[in-house]
């Protein structure tokens, strides 16, 4: 069963602080990585990707990818109030992307 | 504005009353596709689309069908709904293959009594 591990908290982080969330997925074969935002009763957003191993960074985000542990993550520097949301992990191959369960994390201020 | 159009935002509908969700995309995307969320159960999918005329099912695709006769176009089709079927509905597109996230729609929620 192809899989897409989140832990699905909350993570509580204080406002200023980074933010780390993890993902773990089953397909070696996988190709292409996502992070998505959810606000409570709202579409996700697509808020990074990453293809390569290593770290990609755009603005406060950081997503970084160890394809030989399976191993996806986001980094969120400077939290804000505004990051409070539910983070979905995303992992593509081929036709198919299979949505982790998501990481609801709350930014306390 | 670039953008996946579903309607209606909000459905409420009796057992067995077939029912259209339409979706629509403005941005000329080859692959679409309908999500369903619940609680503890995360994003699934029911179909989705590779083109005009080739569709597929995903995961949970019993209970529903889908059409692409344009490009643009995706509508869900209950045939006969279920309270079961009671969920979150996205549609959302993407450009093409494993190299593209999708954007989504901004969500349909559906009660079956």
């Known amino acids: 069963q192809k899989e897409v591990e989140q832990n699905s908290g909350p993570l509580s982080v204080p406002e200023g602080a980074i933010a780390s969330l993890n993902c773990t997925y089953s397909?070696?074969?996988?190709?292409?990585f996502f992070w998505y935002r959810q606000y409570s009763g709202k579409s996700p957003e697509l808020i990074m990707f990453?293809?390569?191993?290593g770290d990609k960074e755009d603005g406060r985000f950081t997503a970084q990818l160890n394809k030989a542990s399976q191993y996806v993550s986001l980094l969120i520097r400077d939290s804000q109030p505004s990051d409070s949301a539910t983070y979905l992990c995303a992992v593509s191959r081929d036709d198919k992307i299979i949505f982790g369960k998501g990481t609801r994390l709350h930014i306390l201020p | 504005e670039a953008q996946v159009t579903q309607n209606p935002r909000y459905l409420i509908t009796v057992t067995g009353k077939k029912l259209t969700v339409t979706c629509s995309q403005n941005?000329?995307?080859?692959?679409m596709s309908w999500y369903r969320q619940d609680p503890g159960l995360g994003l699934r999918q029911i179909y989705y689309?590779?083109?005009?005329?080739?569709?597929d099912k995903g995961d949970v695709p019993e209970g529903y069908k889908v059409s692409r006769k344009e490009k643009r176009n995706f509508p869900l089709i209950l045939e006969s709904p279920s309270p079961n079927q009671t969920s979150l509905y996205f549609c959302?597109?993407?450009?093409?293959?494993?190299?593209?996230?999708?954007?989504f729609g901004s969500g349909t929620r559906l009660t079956v009594v």
């Open positions: 959302a597109s993407k450009l093409g293959t494993s190299l593209y996230g999708y954007t």
């Open positions: 397909d070696r074969g996988s190709q292409s």
């Open positions: 990453i293809y390569s191993n």
């Open positions: 689309s590779m083109n005009v005329e080739v569709t």
């Open positions: 941005m000329n995307h080859e692959y």
